[in-house]
């Protein structure tokens, strides 16, 4: 997962270009010369003074009226994932000036938002003046022949906002402490072309956030690093390049009020590198300096390596766009500072959780241009991996091929992965409809690829190798000529390229069939039921040769979590063509139109959906029920465990009750039948709600209640899709037209349960009443569930 916003931005660098000279000891300053002679120096970009006696830093304000970047960033994190503040984070990047009035030097951020970029100057003015600025921060010089103002005020600051992530996270209510907040003076640093300065925050709270104890020795009390990062602005000569729907890029915008009255005053410019060629023209040329990319020091061999090799994959593309060795991926070089913004940065991060990792970047807000690339990978993320293929290959019977595949597989998905977040810091959104077109690009998240063969379950091809036929179509868009852009329109119109970015698939609401996230295969159904297959092979011959050499028998229940649930993702993209659309971003031809998808296909996804709610999919044979041993000894149940209702041993209804919810809020999601409803309003072939709404109950509510262990499975899933039902029916965004398709078809379920009821034993009639009770109350009072508590599905992302 990136960042969506790529001009949200942080700096990592090297090389730096000054000296922390040593203090001497004298009395406190009184002029800026003194202060100058006592202090600690860093001199670039910005001329910064540390005085270690007064624990003040100063700056020398010889750059006023001179716009640049300001940015805050988290050299150092919270490691917690469910908070977000992870090593790297880059926080917001603004547009700034000093500017001297009196006495005093404000810090001043530009309204870059609302702009006239005509020549008139008495436009660009008042523009200016029908906006507000924000003076960030006020400072009194000090006496002296130099124009030196302290700023210590200025970075003892949470410009980073680490206080509202913990009230949006729901850590309570802290507060920045400015009295256990410093400077520190070994990371005041000051390169060619940026300055940054460290400071450790800490942050007070009366009651500890619950994922801030978990991290924190003292969870009242949190010390974090955050890094301002002053940079300069690029030089001229940067061609802004204008943003096109089908370009696959990210974007930046702004509100130009100096267009003609009969042109959108919304203007857009995709996000890129300044990548230059030494003959200019569309032929092939090596450039005048290429994008380099380095990895952080810290990274592990074998996934050194792996990074290294993924990072690499955008070479192809480059090539292919005419730029000769105009991309590179080296290691961080010894003695480099990766602070210099100079130097794009791909660093390995560690959390307490598994977490995403980020494709970042430092933009120029004018123009667009990304200056520093700057990617964050989060290490824990190969281990799900590892997980996964570890509880595929359980049943070989070959232990050494085994561990070599499961490895092989993790190392596939890191290539994958650092080629990822690479893209989007070279300015490349999502195309999560790429899997439907044979992994087409690297930016979609894809799923391990298993398969069946000889009654086997297969991991050899578990990611696509190398960058895809989209990511060199992006790339030529974007970096290559501006006159090669409507040929490659019409390329990608002729070839039928899919593009589907976030906004339109990540949501349970995202309705185009073939944007999904972490789904595979061009028919999203047909993959449902043949991954079903290889879940099934996994699940009946899983065993305790998934544990790693020396784990306790109790931890194999967490290895067996992403196989119970190894279809999660496929059915979200199954679910999608339930009054599911198709369109395309593409702006050429007659044929930009949206549409439903076709009748057949949406009861087809309802059929196979339906199916996995079935006892025989949700079922856990006894064996290997009976291998998930309880935890042992100081090992306990973590986030990544399955929860139940029967204590300590695993809970196999429980497990049933997790994969049925997903599968029925999948098929019930409100903007989904929403959809299904209007559909079927205009085209009578199409599904319909009462149709799904039946098709759905007959097959749990109504079925004959099955003997022996199913029995328990066949109820606990009537409840799931009753609890459901109800959710749908009171749900904000349910639609007045599916509310009451709902409410009738409860009453009807009401007279059915009831009349089942007189009809069979007793101790199913118990049921049938326990059910239509449940119904009859939730109608009433919207707060009551059949199930009090629902069992919580443990993650899946990021894989």
Do not use: C
Request: avoid cysteine; hydrophobic fraction near 40%; proline fraction near 5%.
């Amino acid at each position: 997962m990136t960042l969506r916003h790529l001009s949200a931005a942080l700096m990592l660098a090297m090389s730096p270009t000054l000296t922390l000279l040593s203090a001497p000891s004298v009395q406190a300053a009184t002029s800026s010369d003194t202060i100058i002679k006592q202090s600690q120096a860093a001199k670039g970009f910005l001329n910064l003074y540390f005085d270690q006696k007064q624990g003040q830093l100063y700056l020398q304000a010889d750059k006023l009226n001179q716009p640049f970047l300001m940015l805050t960033s988290l050299p150092h994190g919270v490691g917690s994932n469910d908070i977000g503040l992870d090593r790297g984070q880059l926080g917001r990047t603004r547009m700034v000036q000093f500017e001297q009035h009196g006495p005093y030097i404000i810090l001043k951020q530009l309204n870059t938002y609302f702009r006239a970029t005509s020549d008139n100057v008495a436009e660009q003015q008042s523009v200016k003046q029908a906006f507000a600025e924000s003076i960030l921060w006020r400072g009194k010089l000090v006496e002296g022949k130099k124009a030196l103002v302290a700023i210590t005020d200025l970075v003892i600051n949470d410009l980073h906002g680490v206080t509202d992530v913990l009230a949006a996270t729901n850590q309570g209510s802290y507060s920045l402490d400015s009295q256990r907040s410093v400077i520190l003076p070994e990371q005041v640093k000051s390169f060619e072309k940026n300055a940054d300065v460290d400071v450790n925050l800490t942050f007070k709270a009366q009651v500890p956030g619950q994922q801030v104890a978990e991290v924190t020795p003292d969870g009242k009390l949190m010390s974090v690093t955050m890094r301002y990062s002053f940079i300069q602005l690029p030089d001229e000569g940067y061609q802004v390049r204008d943003y096109h729907p089908m370009s696959g890029y990210l974007s930046d915008e702004y509100v130009d009020f100096s267009t003609d009255i009969d042109k959108p005053m919304v203007k857009r410019h995709l996000l890129r590198h300044r990548l230059e060629k030494l003959t200019p023209g569309d032929a092939p040329s090596e450039v005048v300096k290429p994008i380099i990319y380095y990895l952080d020091p810290g990274v592990p061999e074998p996934v050194r390596t792996a990074l290294l090799e993924g990072g690499r994959w955008w070479e192809q593309a480059f090539e292919a766009a005419g730029f000769i060795n105009g991309f590179k991926v080296e290691m961080l070089p010894e003695g480099a500072d990766p602070q210099d913004v100079r130097y794009n940065m791909i660093q390995w991060v560690h959390r307490a959780t598994r977490g995403w990792s980020y494709g970042s970047a430092i933009t120029d807000p004018r123009t667009g241009e990304i200056i520093k690339g700057h990617v964050t990978l989060g290490s824990k993320r190969v281990r799900q991996d590892h997980l996964i293929a570890r509880g595929l290959t359980a049943s070989w019977p070959e232990r050494e091929a085994a561990e070599q595949a499961s490895m092989a597989l993790s190392l596939a998905r890191i290539r994958q992965l650092s080629a990822h977040e690479i893209g989007h810091t070279l300015g490349l959104d999502h195309n999560f409809a790429a899997s439907s077109q044979d992994n087409a690009s690297v930016m979609d998240y894809p799923h391990p690829y298993a398969y069946l063969a000889n009654d086997h379950i297969n991991i050899d091809k578990p990611y696509s190798e190398g960058i895809g036929i989209w990511d060199k179509y992006t790339i030529s868009f974007g970096y290559g000529s501006a006159s090669q852009q409507q040929a490659l329109l019409n390329q990608a119109l002729i070839e039928g390229y899919r593009y589907i970015g976030e906004s339109d698939s990540r949501g349970q609401g995202a309705s185009h069939v073939y944007a999904s996230l972490w789904d595979n295969g061009s028919d999203a159904v047909l993959e449902l039921a043949r991954l079903e297959t290889v879940r099934r092979h996994a699940i009946d011959n899983f065993n305790g040769d998934a544990l790693l050499q020396g784990e306790p028998k109790g931890e194999l229940a967490d290895v067996f979590v992403p196989i119970y649930l190894l279809t999660r993702y496929q059915i979200e993209a199954a679910a999608k063509w339930i009054g599911g659309t198709e369109y395309s971003y593409q702006q050429l031809g007659s044929g930009v139109r949206w549409h439903f998808a076709a009748p057949s296909k949406q009861q087809e996804a309802l059929t196979v959906l339906i199916n996995s709610l079935s006892a025989d999919s949700l079922l856990v044979p006894d064996d290997v029920l009976q291998s998930l041993v309880p935890k042992a000894g100081n090992y306990y149940k973590t986030r990544e465990s399955f929860n139940g209702n029967i204590g300590v041993v695993t809970d196999p209804l429980g497990m049933a009750e997790v994969l049925s919810r997903h599968i029925v809020q999948q098929i019930l999601a409100p903007q989904r039948l929403n959809r299904v409803f209007q559909a079927y309003m205009e085209d009578a072939e199409q599904l319909s709600v009462v149709s799904l709404l039946d098709k759905l109950i007959a097959a749990t509510l109504y079925q004959d209640l099955s003997r022996g262990k199913a029995l328990g499975i066949n109820m606990r899933v009537n409840a799931v899709v009753v609890d459901e039902l109800l959710a749908t029916y009171h749900h904000q965004d349910t639609s007045g037209e599916v509310k009451a398709q709902l409410l009738a078809k409860l009453d009807f379920t009401i007279k059915q349960l009831k009349r089942r009821s007189t009809r069979a034993t007793e101790y199913q009639a118990a049921h049938y009443d326990w059910l239509y009770q449940g119904i009859e109350k939730s109608l009433q009072d919207p707060e009551f569930k059949l199930i009090a508590q629902p069992l919580k599905m443990p993650p899946g992302s990021p894989i």
